[in-house]
């Protein structure tokens, strides 16, 4: 990179840490300058002063809330912040603390709504959307309090503005920046020829980085505001530092390595350059600055090359280029305009090998264990997110380190790559189906496989391919129609299928509603049909066999809601990865056929007997399927025999009727005589 990275706008916006007004639109735009008499704030209204001062040095300012390499000034500044987070920038605060500066008139301030990089040419930030027309300080304004009310004393060097209707908005939106001189004259060029370097600005509570541009807000409570801007009197002279990192040997990572020198303003001086980059820094040439590599491990220094671009610049008092074959601390000479540059190259001193995961069929977490020749590495896992996308195993999510930090003492060296699968499960169970180290396949062992290493240094990307397998289930269903029963099914894998000489299962439901499916449950067999492995399955449902008074018919078998024309009593089933669960929904419907009714009439002397039977129709009660098939019980013999008891009863009065009217022949009736007494 070439600069440093700037905090986002939302990052440097909550780090003021106060609560802010809501604001109220107003209209009106009024300037106070010297000589206007100064009038109370109208309600409603949000003013900022902004004041500007000139300090003989970089050391007489005072720095912002955070010292990093975000600052802008060609120099490090002096004392550290007064100032607390979210406590308003305050007259009270910067006067005692900035002794040395004094006012700076005619001096301009531009407000935006954003930030929009730098200006070319510079390094300074500039605001986005500028608006005009520029602010300009004059001698003196009146000084007002926080709620924009006189105090009766002034303030030289600085300009009050009343913020329009839009620009209150853009407050309360925290779109409303500011920053020091304009977007294409951030020095004041125009008024002070060559004559101000850039220092600090801080605003209303933005106080934490030391760039040009801060943002303007209003603490609740509060309706005036005020921002400092403080430039020093040196005439500018900046040069660029470009510090970069190359390796002799590229690995699977690109770490970072540290620095530390005068030329960061992070606190120690500390810094960090990752491998394939550059880091820069435009600096003052009237002092030196200086840098040097911190150790890494796992890398050596090979060399440091320093070249000035206008041959100006000095490297430990040599003239460029120059090069430094130890790690010491180099001294720049910074020369005014120039890019000074120094290339560090290192090596990598240890077997680099990068373990990779990948999985197909899910994903999941998966430990590794590296051995490698002086013995076990730390421990490491690898977490796929997606199949068949590689994940590194590091030893830890939080700071991962990927690589083996050992360089063999003897060559060739093995190292021993194992992993930990997770349990098998209802759900399944993982296995190792691939292996290869820089694409070359290997035949994967159980979890363990061993890398062999020939040269040093040597850089090795081995990758574990891990495939899951789901566990497959059958679940059956029986339902009746017109009768209940009993049925049997039996399961017999085919060739496919891997459950080997295992005794298979039958199982067997039992409807007791017409309608109402049942679930089929084991009755014998080594394994059931909850855990089975992929593959062809045969299901043969014994009978129906036929019963007396009526007949049994298979109805289509539905499997995961497919259904398929019936054959006698079976259908094939195929577990897959993609569909490991299929229920099967068998349906047989009974018919019922009334046998024909058989009339016999009897003749004695003195009646004649009809009787009436329907053969079977006792029977039938007795009488279920044999060899396993489907037995009609309880309500299947419920026709026949009402039928016979209604015949018989029927019978039964006949005969009565009979016998009644022979006992009428039979009886001799007498005959009445009127003369008998009563």
């Given at each position: 990179?070439?600069?440093?990275?700037?905090?986002?706008?939302?990052?440097?916006?909550?780090?003021?840490?106060?609560?802010?007004?809501?604001?109220?639109?107003?209209?009106?735009?009024?300037?106070?300058?010297?000589?206007?008499?100064?009038?109370?704030?109208?309600?409603?209204?949000?003013?900022?002063?902004?004041?500007?001062?000139?300090?003989?040095?970089?050391?007489?300012?005072?720095?912002?809330?955070?010292?990093?390499?975000?600052?802008?000034?060609?120099?490090?500044?002096?004392?550290?912040?007064?100032?607390?987070?979210?406590?308003?920038?305050?007259?009270?605060?910067?006067?005692?603390?900035?002794?040395?500066?004094?006012?700076?008139?005619?001096?301009?301030?531009?407000?935006?709504?954003?930030?929009?990089?730098?200006?070319?040419?510079?390094?300074?930030?500039?605001?986005?959307?500028?608006?005009?027309?520029?602010?300009?300080?004059?001698?003196?304004?009146?000084?007002?309090?926080?709620?924009?009310?006189?105090?009766?004393?002034?303030?030289?060097?600085?300009?009050?503005?009343?913020?329009?209707?839009?620009?209150?908005?853009?407050?309360?939106?925290?779109?409303?920046?500011?920053?020091?001189?304009?977007?294409?004259?951030?020095?004041?060029?125009?008024?002070?020829?060559?004559?101000?370097?850039?220092?600090?600005?801080?605003?209303?509570?933005?106080?934490?980085?030391?760039?040009?541009?801060?943002?303007?807000?209003?603490?609740?409570?509060?309706?005036?505001?005020?921002?400092?801007?403080?430039?020093?009197?040196?005439?500018?002279?900046?040069?660029?530092?470009?510090?970069?990192?190359?390796?002799?040997?590229?690995?699977?990572?690109?770490?970072?390595?540290?620095?530390?020198?005068?030329?960061?303003?992070?606190?120690?001086?500390?810094?960090?350059?990752?491998?394939?980059?550059?880091?820069?820094?435009?600096?003052?040439?009237?002092?030196?600055?200086?840098?040097?590599?911190?150790?890494?491990?796992?890398?050596?220094?090979?060399?440091?090359?320093?070249?000035?671009?206008?041959?100006?610049?000095?490297?430990?008092?040599?003239?460029?280029?120059?090069?430094?074959?130890?790690?010491?601390?180099?001294?720049?000479?910074?020369?005014?305009?120039?890019?000074?540059?120094?290339?560090?190259?290192?090596?990598?001193?240890?077997?680099?090998?990068?373990?990779?995961?990948?999985?197909?069929?899910?994903?999941?977490?998966?430990?590794?264990?590296?051995?490698?020749?002086?013995?076990?590495?730390?421990?490491?896992?690898?977490?796929?997110?997606?199949?068949?996308?590689?994940?590194?195993?590091?030893?830890?999510?939080?700071?991962?380190?990927?690589?083996?930090?050992?360089?063999?003492?003897?060559?060739?060296?093995?190292?021993?790559?194992?992993?930990?699968l997770p349990a098998t499960t209802g759900a399944g169970s993982w296995a190792v189906?691939?292996?290869?180290?820089?694409?070359?396949?290997?035949?994967?062992?159980?979890?363990?496989?061993?890398?062999?290493?020939?040269?040093?240094?040597?850089?090795?990307?081995?990758?574990?391919?891990?495939?899951?397998?789901?566990?497959?289930?059958?679940?059956?269903?029986?339902?009746?129609?017109?009768?209940?029963?009993?049925?049997?099914?039996?399961?017999?894998?085919?060739?496919?299928?891997?459950?080997?000489?295992?005794?298979?299962?039958?199982?067997?439901?039992?409807?007791?509603?017409?309608?109402?499916?049942?679930?089929?449950?084991?009755?014998?067999?080594?394994?059931?049909?909850?855990?089975?492995?992929?593959?062809?399955?045969?299901?043969?449902?014994?009978?129906?066999?036929?019963?007396?008074?009526?007949?049994?018919?298979?109805?289509?078998?539905?499997?995961?809601?497919?259904?398929?024309?019936p054959t006698p009593s079976d259908v094939l089933v195929t577990l897959t990865a993609?569909?490991?669960?299929?229920?099967?929904?068998?349906?047989?419907?009974?018919?019922?056929?009334?046998?024909?009714?058989?009339?016999?009439?009897?003749?004695?002397?003195?009646?004649?007997?009809?009787?009436?039977?329907?053969?079977?129709?006792?029977?039938?009660?007795?009488?279920?399927?044999?060899?396993?098939?489907?037995?009609?019980?309880?309500?299947?013999?419920?026709?026949?025999?009402?039928?016979?008891?209604?015949?018989?009863?029927?019978?039964?009065?006949?005969?009565?009727?009979?016998?009644?009217?022979?006992?009428?022949?039979?009886?001799?009736?007498?005959?009445?005589?009127?003369?008998?007494?009563?």
């Open positions: 990179m070439d600069r440093p990275r700037r905090r986002t706008r939302t990052s440097r916006i909550r780090t003021a840490g106060i609560a802010l007004l809501a604001l109220a639109p107003i209209a009106a735009v009024v300037t106070l300058a010297g000589g206007t008499p100064a009038r109370a704030a109208t309600p409603g209204t949000y003013l900022v002063t902004l004041v500007a001062r000139s300090c003989p040095t970089y050391q007489d300012i005072t720095a912002n809330l955070a010292r990093n390499n975000i600052q802008e000034s060609l120099q490090d500044l002096g004392a550290d912040t007064a100032y607390t987070a979210g406590q308003p920038i305050s007259p009270s605060v910067e006067t005692p603390h900035q002794p040395n500066c004094t006012p700076l008139p005619n001096w301009q301030f531009q407000f935006g709504n954003g930030i929009n990089g730098q200006t070319p040419g510079t390094n300074l930030s500039r605001v986005a959307n500028p608006q005009s027309p520029p602010l300009t300080t004059v001698a003196s304004v009146p000084l007002l309090d926080t709620n924009g009310n006189p105090t009766g004393s002034t303030i030289a060097g600085a300009v009050t503005t009343t913020l329009t209707s839009s620009q209150v908005t853009q407050a309360a939106n925290h779109n409303l920046w500011i920053q020091g001189g304009t977007t294409t004259d951030p020095l004041g060029n125009t008024a002070h020829p060559n004559q101000y370097a850039f220092g600090a600005l801080r605003c209303a509570i933005d106080n934490l980085n030391g760039d040009n541009v801060e943002w303007v807000g209003f603490p609740t409570g509060q309706s005036h505001v005020f921002c400092y801007y403080y430039a020093v009197a040196l005439p500018p002279a900046p040069g660029t530092i470009r510090i970069s990192k190359v390796l002799t040997s590229a690995g699977v990572s690109t770490p970072t390595f540290p620095f530390t020198g005068t030329v960061s303003y992070n606190p120690g001086g500390a810094f960090d350059v990752q491998a394939g980059s550059s880091i820069s820094f435009t600096r003052d040439s009237n002092v030196n600055w200086n840098f040097q590599e911190q150790g890494t491990p796992g890398y050596s220094f090979t060399s440091a090359v320093c070249t000035s671009q206008n041959g100006q610049s000095t490297f430990n008092n040599q003239t460029a280029p120059v090069t430094f074959n130890t790690n010491v601390l180099v001294d720049v000479n910074l020369a005014p305009g120039d890019l000074a540059s120094c290339i560090y190259t290192n090596a990598r001193n240890v077997v680099d090998l990068t373990v990779l995961k990948q999985t197909i069929g899910g994903v999941g977490t998966f430990p590794i264990a590296v051995t490698t020749p002086s013995g076990p590495a730390p421990a490491r896992s690898a977490t796929t997110t997606a199949e068949g996308v590689p994940a590194e195993a590091c030893t830890s999510d939080v700071v991962p380190v990927c690589d083996v930090v050992d360089n063999p003492a003897t060559l060739p060296a093995t190292y021993t790559v194992a992993e930990t189906s691939a292996f290869d180290c820089n694409g070359v396949a290997q035949t994967p062992a159980l979890v363990s496989m061993a890398v062999t290493v020939t040269t040093p240094n040597e850089n090795l990307a081995c990758t574990f391919t891990n495939t899951f397998t789901p566990t497959g289930s059958i679940t059956l269903t029986k339902t009746t129609t017109g009768a209940t029963g009993t049925t049997e099914f039996s399961i017999v894998p085919t060739a496919s299928s891997g459950q080997g000489d295992m005794a298979d299962p039958v199982y067997s439901a039992t409807t007791t509603q017409p309608g109402v499916p049942a679930t089929a449950t084991k009755v014998s067999g080594d394994y059931g049909l909850d855990s089975l492995d992929l593959g062809q399955y045969s299901i043969v449902e014994s009978g129906p066999s036929n019963v007396p008074g009526g007949t049994w018919s298979p109805r289509p078998i539905t499997c995961n809601g497919t259904s398929t024309s993609a569909d490991p669960h299929v229920t099967c929904a068998f349906t047989n419907a009974f018919t019922a056929t009334p046998p024909p009714a058989t009339t016999t009439t009897t003749t004695t002397a003195p009646a004649t007997t009809t009787s009436t039977t329907v053969p079977g129709a006792v029977a039938a009660a007795d009488t279920g399927a044999s060899g396993g098939g489907l037995a009609m019980t309880g309500e299947d013999v419920r026709l026949p025999l009402g039928i016979a008891v209604v015949l018989a009863v029927s019978g039964a009065a006949l005969l009565a009727v009979d016998r009644a009217r022979r006992r009428r022949r039979l009886v001799p009736v007498p005959v009445r005589d009127d003369r008998s007494p009563r």
